[in-house]
């Protein structure tokens, strides 16, 4: 099974930007979707945005125009754009594919604060 380790997280002030990292410990060229999910402290897990291999996309209504994601599969990598960040923002963000989150199986994920 494959293993996501993500980076690119800090402390931003509210209109800022950070690019989010999700680094794959084996090919994701036969993943057909990647996902940036993110969690707030009390909240659910969330998605955020999903790519896939054809080069569709998604994303939460609470995301778009602010954020983009992409894939990178020659270097076995997806990312994540925030721009325009708010603190409604600052969560755990973790990237998965569709089986891992019915597994139930994450990396421990980057932290994005926010501060207005």
């Known amino acids: 099974q494959v293993q996501f380790v993500e980076s690119g997280g800090g402390l931003v002030h509210a209109g800022g930007s950070l690019r989010l990292s999700c680094v794959a410990s084996g090919s994701i060229r036969s993943i057909g979707v990647m996902r940036w999910y993110r969690q707030a402290p009390g909240n659910e897990r969330e998605l955020v945005a999903a790519i896939s291999n054809g080069g569709t996309i998604n994303y939460a209504d609470s995301v778009k125009g602010r954020f983009t994601i992409s894939r990178d599969n020659a270097k076995n990598t997806v990312y994540l754009q925030m721009n325009t960040l708010k603190p409604e923002d600052t969560a755990v963000y973790y990237c998965?594919?569709?089986?891992?989150?019915?597994?139930?199986?994450w990396g421990q994920g980057t932290q994005v604060t926010v501060s207005s």
């Open positions: 998965n594919t569709p089986l891992g989150s019915l597994r139930d199986s």
